[in-house]
């Protein structure tokens, strides 16, 4: 009984760590992002078409009626497994040039798409 317990309080504890650093993850790349999109979507705008980039476009407009954020965090968390990467890549962003490079195959294997 001692054993089982343990075991099962020990999942419990991994499983919460782990959904901690998911929420953390997830919060930090919503608000870098939210500190970047408008410079990311000028430079979508100015060096490039928005069909190719329809995620920074509907990014931006979320921005401009301020719900980037919790919309991106929300999604974040919902889609995790399966693009854990590149919100981890999000998180660290610091400028627009950063979160394109996000877009990368590398980091976006299943191609995400916002």
């Known amino acids: 009984m001692f054993k089982k317990t343990l075991v099962l309080s020990l999942g419990l504890l991994v499983s919460s760590l782990a959904n901690a650093n998911v929420d953390e993850t997830c919060a930090e790349a919503g608000a870098r992002l939210n500190k970047v999109i408008d410079d990311w979507n000028t430079s979508v705008l100015d060096y490039s078409t928005p069909e190719k ?20 965090v929300a999604q974040c968390k919902e889609k995790w497994a399966m693009n854990q ?30």
């Open 85 to 114: 990467d590149i919100f981890e890549c999000f998180s660290g962003v610091r400028s627009e040039m950063g979160a394109s490079m996000c877009r990368a195959p590398e980091t976006n294997a299943n191609d995400w798409k916002y």
């Open 53 to 72: 980039n329809p995620s920074v476009i509907a990014m931006y407009k979320d921005y401009k009626d301020g719900t980037l954020e919790d919309n991106f």
